[in-house]
């Protein structure tokens, strides 16, 4: 079983940025692509970015590609998201996920197969 547990939310203001972190155990990091998705109240679930399990594919969400930054560090099995110049519309709780992804990298929630609980992201205007 894969544990994942995500920090770096709490409450900025609109322009600041700000670094989420997700703590993977378990089973080796290197074997799952990691991804970034968010989720308003009454909203489905957002894809905002994923990685393979190398580090070297990424994807973005056409609106997110931008301001938001996804990385890894799989020796300390650990996965990044950087949000900069933070918007109200990025409020939201943010998680993180892992899977064996057959393509590389997938912005469909439905090839994850591991999640986090997620952390809330709150940005004043």
């Known amino acids: 079983q894969v544990q994942l547990v995500e920090s770096g939310g709490g409450l900025v203001q609109a322009g600041d940025s700000l670094r989420l972190s997700c703590a993977v155990s378990g089973r080796p990091f290197s074997r799952y692509t990691l991804a970034w998705f968010r989720q308003a109240p009454g909203k489905e679930r957002e894809f905002v970015a994923a990685?393979?399990?190398?580090?070297?594919?990424?994807e973005y969400a056409d609106t997110m590609k931008e301001r938001f930054t996804i990385s890894r560090d799989n020796a300390k099995n650990t996965g990044f998201l950087q949000m900069n110049s933070a918007k109200p519309e990025d409020t939201d709780v943010y998680y993180c996920?892992?899977?064996?992804?057959?393509?590389?990298?997938?912005?469909?929630?439905?090839?994850?197969?591991?999640w986090g609980q997620g952390t809330q992201v709150t940005v004043s205007s």
């Open positions: 996920a892992a899977g064996a992804v057959p393509t590389l990298v997938s912005n469909s929630r439905w090839e994850y197969d591991y």
């Open positions: 990685m393979s399990r190398g580090g070297d594919t990424t």
